[in-house]
């Protein structure tokens, strides 16, 4: 059995595979790290591997406290990777990236791949028919586009996403959500064709926490996973037991 630590910056994601199956999955905020390590090892005690994608705030203490439990490898720009990584700056490649991209290369390892991961931010990171990751872009998620608005400004509220009845908004509130649903999903949209002029036969998976919010909104014809990073993360680790 192998453990899959997936740490953000408000909560960690933890999944426990057996023979490259989830049978355990939960979602905590970061405090209760500690708490919800003790009770995964107490009822999936053959727990012999772990793997911590860090891009939040997890603690040298904390991956030591894990490690007294099993193996932990801790990825990195430095950990092995499947795929030729043609990125100009690996070092400063995030984790989460690195985990989405071998994801995609184990689901399409013999085509053109592009994963958009819809969370604080929204990721593209597009792997090719070489099994040879190129890069992709960083822009600001649906969460952090309602909160530039309202610190940005003097008057305008602090918004939660919300489904647009049509995309010409009559009120302040409803125009807000237009920019901000109507223009993710058209960047989304945009950047998929963009990919798409360029690349036969792409596939393109959408994940994160706003995939199926956004999933029922595109023109794009996709793949959602809510789990994808997750599975990229399982692969990684048994790649790097090697």
């Known amino acids: 059995m192998n453990l899959i630590v997936d740490v953000g910056n408000t909560l960690v994601k933890m999944a426990v595979f057996d023979n490259g199956k989830i049978i355990s999955y939960r979602k905590i905020p970061n405090a209760d790290f500690a708490k919800s390590v003790k009770a995964i090892f107490s009822e999936y005690f053959l727990i012999q591997n772990a793997i911590v994608s860090n891009v939040?705030?997890?603690s040298h203490e904390e991956i030591a406290m894990?490690?007294?439990f099993c193996k932990v490898h801790v990825l990195s720009h430095t950990s092995k990777t499947p795929f030729k990584n043609s990125y100009a700056t690996p070092q400063t490649l995030g984790v989460d990236r690195i985990a989405l991209?071998?994801?995609a290369f184990y689901h399409n390892p013999k085509g053109n791949t592009l994963v958009i991961d819809a969370g604080t931010c929204v990721t593209y990171d597009a792997i090719n028919d070489y099994g040879e990751y190129l890069g992709g872009a960083?822009?600001?998620g649906i969460g952090m586009r309602y909160k530039a608005m309202h610190e940005q400004t003097s008057k305008l509220p602090l918004l939660k996403?919300?489904?647009i009845i049509d995309f010409i908004g009559n009120t302040t509130e409803t125009s807000m959500h237009?920019?901000?649903i109507n223009g993710i999903?058209?960047?989304i949209d945009g950047t998929i064709d963009q990919y798409r002029s360029r690349f036969v036969d792409?596939?393109?998976i959408l994940t994160g926490g706003d995939a199926q919010f956004l999933s029922k909104r595109l023109k794009n014809t996709i793949f959602a996973h809510s789990k994808f990073l997750l599975l990229g993360l399982y692969h990684l680790l048994e790649y790097n037991k090697r």
């Open 56 to 58: 939040g705030a997890m």
């Open 66 to 68: 894990l490690c007294v």
């Open 101 to 103: 991209a071998t994801a």
């Open 138 to 140: 960083i822009s600001p």
């Open 161 to 163: 996403k919300k489904a």
């Open 178 to 180: 237009s920019g901000v």
């Open 185 to 187: 999903c058209n960047e």
């Open 202 to 204: 792409l596939t393109v």
